[in-house]
T-cell receptor
Framework: DTAVSQTPKYLVTQMGNDKSIKCEQN?????MYWYKQDSKKFLKIMFS???????INETVPNRFSPKSPDKAHLNLHINSLELGDSAVYFC??????????????FGPGTRLTVT | SQKIEQNSEALNIQEGKTATLTCNYT??????LQWYRQDPGRGPVFLLL?????KEKRKERLKVTFDTTLKQSLFHITASQPADSATYLC?????????FGDGTTLTVKP
């Protein structure tokens, strides 16, 4: 009965590789997000999608490309991984971003380590 | 630029006391403010949301205040328990975008 799930939970890879993180929510929410939490625990928004449409695209290197095949899924693909990409990536969803009135439900996170 | 500051990185209190966490912000006009709890190795969990036109919100042992003049929110946990030990994040939201503070780690000692 997991509300927001992410795979994989851990990802260890070498610099220069390309990797993807998958996210699925079964809450029927319209909006999904990707956040990056660095070693200092600072949680920063990267992207948000509403009904498969990109709404927020923060200052993120274009090596990061989100893809939303349907409103229940939001995947994150990262090209040419760099050491600085090492962090925990969280997927989240909320009911209605347009009204901005609803809390966000977070996934368990994906710990990415780039060596 | 927008700035969100949460009081002291760590807060230690005795069981049974009231924990008060602070969230101050500048250069921001949030439509609402949220508080989340995050345990080690897990994603944040929503606790409370308060809108800009609300002064106070309560939920069981939790209370949040929001002062848009002072640009500050206070988060209180009354009758604290060791199980309340976690990192607490405030998030300011407007136009569908939430900006998080860097959190306060609360430790409640028995």
């Amino acid at each position: 009965d997991t509300a927001v799930s992410q795979t994989p939970k851990y990802l260890v890879t070498q610099m220069g590789n390309d990797k993807s993180i998958k996210c699925e929510q079964n809450l029927g929410h319209d909006t999904m997000y990707w956040y990056k939490q660095d070693s200092k625990k600072f949680l920063k928004i990267m992207f948000s999608y509403n009904n498969k449409e990109l709404i927020i695209n923060e200052t993120v290197p274009n090596r990061f490309s989100p893809k939303s095949p349907d409103k229940a899924h939001l995947n994150l693909h990262i090209n040419s991984l760099e050491l600085g990409d090492s962090a925990v990536y969280f997927c989240a969803s909320s009911q209605d971003q347009g009204l901005g009135l609803y809390e966000q439900y977070f996934g368990p996170g994906t710990r990415l380590t780039v060596t | 630029s927008q700035k969100i500051e949460q009081n002291s990185e760590a807060l230690n209190i005795q069981e049974g006391k009231t924990a008060t966490l602070t969230c101050n912000y500048t250069n921001y006009s949030p439509a609402y403010l949220q508080w989340y709890r995050q345990d080690p190795g897990r994603g944040p969990v929503f606790l409370l949301l308060i809108r800009e036109n609300e002064k106070e919100k309560r939920k069981e042992r939790l209370k949040v205040t929001f002062d848009t003049t002072l640009k500050q929110s206070l988060f209180h946990i009354t009758a604290s328990q060791p199980a309340d030990s976690a990192t607490y994040l405030c998030a300011l939201s407007n136009a569908g975008k939430s900006t998080f503070g860097d959190g306060t780690t609360l430790t409640v000692k028995p």
